[in-house]
């Protein structure tokens, strides 16, 4: 088992920046690929950013390619998010997501372990 807790969330206006964090607990011996998703208010959960076990291969939804920024630290049982130029769209809660084995994928199903979520919202 995998424990995810995710921060860094909060209140921002538009153009600004946050970062989210998502430590892991528990079985983190094993290779587990990160992912991050979002959910607004009334729509479905969507795949944001991912990253490979190793961090050389990470992925973005079209969204925030060019704003956002994927890494990890493994020593530290640590993903992160960084997020700038954050518009009121980006407004969401953001979840944190680990998947056993090294490939990064952005398919919601195949991921294992999820952490409660971090509110982000974007005031205008």
């Known amino acids: 088992q995998v424990q995810l807790v995710e921060s860094g969330g909060g209140l921002v206006q538009a153009g600004g920046s946050l970062r989210l964090s998502c430590a892991a607990s528990g079985r983190t011996s094993s290779s587990y690929a990160m992912g991050w998703f979002r959910q607004a208010p009334g729509k479905e959960r969507e795949f944001v950013a991912g990253?490979?076990?190793?961090?050389?291969?990470?992925y973005y939804a079209d969204s925030g390619k060019g704003r956002f920024t994927i890494s990890r630290d493994n020593r530290k049982n640590t993903v992160y998010l960084q997020m700038n130029s954050l518009k009121p769209e980006d407004t969401a809660v953001y979840y944190c997501a680990a998947r056993c084995g090294i490939i990064v994928t952005r398919t919601e199903y195949e991921y294992n372990y999820w952490g409660q979520g971090t509110n982000v919202t974007v005031s205008s």
């Open positions: 990253i490979s076990w190793s961090g050389g291969n990470t």
